[in-house]
C-alpha cells in the first residue's frame, strides 16, 4: 500500500529526492514518516509529517538538511535530502501511523524500502 522510491547511489554534498506514493487507500488523514535503517543499526525515525502538512519533526541528524512535504491529493509523501553524507546511507522507509489524525500510536502501515548510499 506504500511504495517507496528514489533512492541511489550519490556522492557526498549531493541531493536526493525520495517519494512515497500510496495505493489502495488514502493516507490523507494519517501521520506520515520517514525511517532508515543502516546496516548494524537500529531503524530510526529521520522526519515525520502531520496529516495537514502543517506540522513537521526531525530527528537531529537531518535537521537543517531533509525536508519531508506531503501531496495529499496525490497520495504521496516526500523526503528532499540535501548536503548528504556517507552516514545517511540507509535503506529508508515510509510509514503511516495507524489511526487517522494521530501523532502517537503504532505505525502500522509500512513501504517496503528504497536504498540510498552516499559515497564520500
Known amino acids: 500500500q506504500l511504495q517507496a522510491s528514489g533512492g541511489g547511489l550519490v556522492q557526498a554534498g549531493e541531493s536526493l529526492r525520495l517519494s512515497c506514493a500510496a495505493s489502495g487507500r488514502t493516507f490523507a488523514k494519517n501521520y506520515m514518516g520517514w525511517f532508515r535503517q543502516a546496516p548494524g543499526k537500529e531503524r530510526e525515525l529521520v522526519a515525520a509529517?502531520?496529516?495537514?502538512?502543517?506540522?513537521?519533526g526531525y530527528a537531529d541528524s537531518a535537521k537543517g538538511r531533509f525536508t519531508i512535504s506531503r501531496d495529499n491529493a496525490k497520495n504521496t509523501v516526500y523526503l528532499q535530502m540535501n548536503s548528504l553524507k556517507p552516514d545517511d546511507t540507509a535503506v529508508y522507509y515510509c510509514?503511516?501511523?495507524?489511526?487517522?489524525?494521530?501523532?502517537?500510536?503504532?505505525?502500522?502501515?509500512w513501504g517496503q524500502g528504497t536504498l540510498v548510499t552516499v559515497s564520500s
Open positions: 509529517i502531520s496529516w495537514s502538512g502543517l506540522n513537521t
Open positions: 510509514a503511516a501511523r495507524e489511526v487517522p489524525y494521530r501523532d502517537y500510536g503504532d505505525w502500522g502501515f
